[in-house]
Protein backbone atom coordinates (compact mmCIF):
# COMPACT_ATOMS: atom_id res chain seq x y z
CA UNK A 1 0.00 0.00 0.00
CA UNK A 2 3.06 2.79 1.03
CA UNK A 3 4.22 1.63 -2.28
CA UNK A 4 1.45 2.22 -4.16
CA UNK A 5 1.14 5.44 -2.54
CA UNK A 6 4.72 6.57 -3.34
CA UNK A 7 4.20 5.22 -7.03
CA UNK A 8 1.19 7.67 -7.17
CA UNK A 9 3.38 10.66 -5.43
CA UNK A 10 6.30 9.91 -7.41
CA UNK A 11 4.11 10.04 -10.96
CA UNK A 12 2.27 12.85 -9.88
CA UNK A 13 5.14 15.05 -9.28
CA UNK A 14 6.99 13.63 -12.62
CA UNK A 15 3.64 14.15 -14.33
CA UNK A 16 4.04 18.10 -12.27
CA UNK A 17 7.29 18.78 -13.24
CA UNK A 18 7.08 17.90 -16.44
CA UNK A 19 3.84 20.36 -17.03
CA UNK A 20 6.33 23.19 -15.62
CA UNK A 21 8.94 22.17 -17.90
CA UNK A 22 6.95 22.20 -20.61
CA UNK A 23 5.67 25.90 -19.64
CA UNK A 24 9.01 27.03 -18.83
CA UNK A 25 9.43 25.90 -22.75
CA UNK A 26 6.98 27.91 -23.55
CA UNK A 27 7.62 30.70 -22.14
CA UNK A 28 11.80 30.91 -23.05
CA UNK A 29 9.78 30.60 -26.59
CA UNK A 30 7.80 33.52 -26.03
CA UNK A 31 10.41 35.35 -24.71
CA UNK A 32 12.66 34.17 -27.75
CA UNK A 33 9.70 34.98 -30.28
CA UNK A 34 8.80 38.63 -28.08
CA UNK A 35 12.68 39.66 -28.03
CA UNK A 36 12.70 38.32 -31.59
CA UNK A 37 10.05 40.71 -32.94
CA UNK A 38 11.55 43.41 -30.81
CA UNK A 39 14.74 43.15 -32.73
CA UNK A 40 12.57 43.15 -35.85
CA UNK A 41 10.68 46.26 -35.15
CA UNK A 42 13.77 48.11 -34.19
CA UNK A 43 15.61 46.64 -37.15
CA UNK A 44 12.49 47.98 -39.43
CA UNK A 45 12.70 51.22 -37.77
CA UNK A 46 16.26 51.83 -38.59
CA UNK A 47 15.90 50.91 -41.96
CA UNK A 48 12.70 53.46 -42.02
CA UNK A 49 14.68 56.08 -40.42
CA UNK A 50 17.81 55.81 -43.10
CA UNK A 51 15.30 55.49 -46.00
CA UNK A 52 13.85 58.91 -44.42
CA UNK A 53 17.33 60.13 -44.55
CA UNK A 54 18.05 59.54 -47.55
CA UNK A 55 15.52 60.80 -48.84
CA UNK A 56 15.61 64.39 -47.53
CA UNK A 57 19.91 63.93 -48.42
CA UNK A 58 18.26 63.16 -51.82
CA UNK A 59 15.74 66.36 -51.49
CA UNK A 60 18.44 68.53 -50.20
CA UNK A 61 21.07 67.61 -52.78
CA UNK A 62 18.53 68.25 -55.57
CA UNK A 63 17.72 72.29 -53.58
CA UNK A 64 21.08 72.69 -53.13
CA UNK A 65 21.71 71.94 -57.17
CA UNK A 66 18.46 73.81 -58.49
CA UNK A 67 20.29 77.10 -55.82
CA UNK A 68 22.98 76.54 -57.98
CA UNK A 69 21.72 76.60 -61.25
CA UNK A 70 19.49 79.51 -60.01
CA UNK A 71 22.64 81.40 -59.08
CA UNK A 72 24.55 80.27 -62.40
CA UNK A 73 21.08 81.68 -65.22
CA UNK A 74 21.58 84.99 -62.65
CA UNK A 75 25.31 85.54 -63.33
CA UNK A 76 24.67 84.37 -67.05
CA UNK A 77 21.55 86.69 -67.34
CA UNK A 78 23.60 89.70 -66.17
CA UNK A 79 26.19 88.49 -68.47
CA UNK A 80 23.94 88.70 -71.11
CA UNK A 81 22.83 92.32 -70.11
CA UNK A 82 26.16 93.39 -69.83
CA UNK A 83 27.02 92.29 -73.39
CA UNK A 84 24.05 94.00 -74.98
CA UNK A 85 24.65 97.02 -73.58
CA UNK A 86 28.44 97.02 -74.74
CA UNK A 87 26.95 96.27 -77.65
CA UNK A 88 24.94 99.33 -77.75
CA UNK A 89 27.32 101.45 -76.76
CA UNK A 90 29.84 100.03 -79.57
CA UNK A 91 26.91 101.12 -82.17
CA UNK A 92 26.83 104.37 -80.99
CA UNK A 93 30.29 104.66 -80.70
CA UNK A 94 30.66 103.66 -84.60
CA UNK A 95 27.58 105.79 -85.58
CA UNK A 96 29.72 108.61 -84.39
CA UNK A 97 32.69 108.06 -85.93
CA UNK A 98 30.91 107.38 -88.77
CA UNK A 99 29.20 110.26 -88.60
CA UNK A 100 32.25 112.49 -87.73
CA UNK A 101 34.01 110.79 -90.87
CA UNK A 102 31.53 112.27 -93.28
CA UNK A 103 31.56 115.81 -91.16
CA UNK A 104 35.24 115.97 -91.37
CA UNK A 105 36.11 116.54 -87.72
CA UNK A 106 38.39 115.25 -85.22
CA UNK A 107 36.67 112.57 -82.81
CA UNK A 108 34.85 114.89 -79.66
CA UNK A 109 34.51 117.86 -82.14
CA UNK A 110 31.29 119.78 -83.95
CA UNK A 111 30.53 121.09 -86.92
CA UNK A 112 28.92 124.37 -87.70
CA UNK A 113 29.24 125.48 -91.28
CA UNK A 114 32.49 125.06 -92.34
CA UNK A 115 34.56 124.76 -88.75
CA UNK A 116 34.55 122.25 -86.41
CA UNK A 117 33.98 123.24 -82.62
CA UNK A 118 35.69 121.62 -79.31
CA UNK A 119 33.90 122.38 -76.34
CA UNK A 120 36.24 121.98 -73.02
CA UNK A 121 35.59 119.21 -70.02
CA UNK A 122 37.63 122.21 -67.73
CA UNK A 123 38.90 125.23 -67.02
CA UNK A 124 42.40 127.09 -67.39
CA UNK A 125 43.61 130.69 -67.75
CA UNK A 126 42.93 132.52 -70.96
CA UNK A 127 46.50 132.03 -71.77
CA UNK A 128 46.17 128.03 -71.47
CA UNK A 129 43.26 127.86 -72.87
CA UNK A 130 44.88 129.38 -76.24
CA UNK A 131 47.78 126.41 -75.86
CA UNK A 132 45.14 124.08 -76.00
CA UNK A 133 43.74 124.95 -78.57
CA UNK A 134 47.05 125.62 -80.48
CA UNK A 135 48.02 122.33 -79.16
CA UNK A 136 44.74 121.01 -81.11
CA UNK A 137 45.64 122.64 -84.11
CA UNK A 138 43.29 125.25 -83.87
CA UNK A 139 42.54 128.69 -81.96
CA UNK A 140 40.19 130.15 -79.43
CA UNK A 141 37.08 130.58 -81.24
CA UNK A 142 35.97 134.00 -83.38
CA UNK A 143 32.30 134.62 -83.29
CA UNK A 144 31.35 135.79 -86.37
CA UNK A 145 27.96 136.70 -85.79
CA UNK A 146 24.67 135.40 -83.38
CA UNK A 147 23.92 132.04 -85.40
CA UNK A 148 26.95 130.85 -84.87
CA UNK A 149 27.09 132.05 -81.25
CA UNK A 150 23.69 130.13 -80.55
CA UNK A 151 25.01 127.28 -82.38
CA UNK A 152 28.27 126.70 -79.98
CA UNK A 153 25.57 127.50 -76.73
CA UNK A 154 23.49 124.41 -78.06
CA UNK A 155 26.91 122.33 -77.99
CA UNK A 156 27.16 123.20 -74.08
CA UNK A 157 29.28 126.55 -73.66
CA UNK A 158 27.43 129.03 -71.70
CA UNK A 159 30.66 130.55 -70.17
CA UNK A 160 33.34 130.29 -71.93
CA UNK A 161 36.48 131.96 -73.35
CA UNK A 162 36.42 133.06 -76.84
CA UNK A 163 39.35 134.47 -78.88
CA UNK A 164 39.34 138.30 -78.25
CA UNK A 165 41.77 140.18 -76.91
CA UNK A 166 42.59 143.56 -75.82
CA UNK A 167 45.22 145.93 -77.83
CA UNK A 168 46.41 148.45 -75.77
CA UNK A 169 48.21 151.80 -77.23
CA UNK A 170 48.55 155.46 -76.14
CA UNK A 171 45.86 157.02 -78.00
CA UNK A 172 43.27 154.05 -78.05
CA UNK A 173 41.77 150.23 -76.95
CA UNK A 174 41.22 148.03 -79.35
CA UNK A 175 39.50 145.08 -79.59
CA UNK A 176 41.27 141.86 -81.79
CA UNK A 177 40.49 138.57 -82.47
CA UNK A 178 42.97 135.46 -82.59
CA UNK A 179 42.56 135.53 -85.91
CA UNK A 180 43.71 138.99 -86.30
CA UNK A 181 40.87 140.85 -87.54
CA UNK A 182 39.33 143.42 -86.02
CA UNK A 183 35.98 143.54 -83.92
CA UNK A 184 33.74 145.48 -85.32
CA UNK A 185 29.84 145.06 -83.53
CA UNK A 186 32.01 146.72 -80.27
CA UNK A 187 28.16 147.13 -79.31
CA UNK A 188 28.91 143.48 -77.63
CA UNK A 189 31.79 144.62 -74.74
CA UNK A 190 31.24 147.06 -72.05
CA UNK A 191 35.01 148.50 -70.48
CA UNK A 192 34.19 148.54 -66.63
CA UNK A 193 34.87 152.57 -65.73
CA UNK A 194 38.78 152.33 -63.86
CA UNK A 195 39.57 149.11 -64.68
CA UNK A 196 41.64 147.53 -67.86
CA UNK A 197 40.12 144.51 -68.53
CA UNK A 198 41.97 142.33 -71.86
CA UNK A 199 39.81 138.90 -72.10
CA UNK A 200 36.37 137.88 -72.69
CA UNK A 201 34.10 135.45 -72.61
CA UNK A 202 30.75 134.31 -73.41
CA UNK A 203 28.23 134.29 -70.60
CA UNK A 204 24.01 134.08 -70.68
CA UNK A 205 23.32 137.13 -73.01
CA UNK A 206 26.08 138.68 -73.69
CA UNK A 207 29.97 138.66 -73.37
CA UNK A 208 32.16 139.16 -70.55
CA UNK A 209 35.12 141.44 -70.04
CA UNK A 210 37.44 139.78 -67.14
CA UNK A 211 41.23 139.34 -66.28
CA UNK A 212 43.08 136.97 -68.29
CA UNK A 213 44.07 135.12 -65.08
CA UNK A 214 40.56 133.87 -64.57
CA UNK A 215 39.68 130.27 -64.72
CA UNK A 216 36.93 129.05 -67.19
CA UNK A 217 35.66 126.79 -69.72
CA UNK A 218 36.98 127.30 -73.40
CA UNK A 219 36.14 127.06 -77.02
CA UNK A 220 38.86 125.62 -79.88
CA UNK A 221 37.79 126.60 -83.68
CA UNK A 222 39.13 125.05 -87.20
CA UNK A 223 38.33 124.36 -90.43
CA UNK A 224 36.87 121.47 -90.96
CA UNK A 225 38.86 118.83 -92.51
CA UNK A 226 37.19 118.49 -95.96
Same mark, same amino acid.
Given at each position: ?????????????????????????????????????????????????????????????????? $?? *? =??? #? !????? %??????? +?? $?? *? =??? #? !????? %??????? +???? *????????????????????????????????????????????????????????????????????????????????????????????????????????????????????
Amino acid at each position: MADYINSQVTGERSSLEQRENVHSGGSKVYRVVGVSFGLLCIIQSALNMSLRLQRIGCRNNQIGDI $EM *L =KDQ #L !SQQQD %QIIKLQT +QR $EL *L =KMR #L !SEMAE %QKLQGCP +QGWR *LYMSSCYYVSTVTKTCQNAQYDCERRGAHLVVLNDRKEEDALRGFGSQVAWIGLRAQRNARLDSWTWVDGSKLTNTDRIRQPVGQRLNCAYTGTTNWVLSFCEEQHYWVCEKKRLC
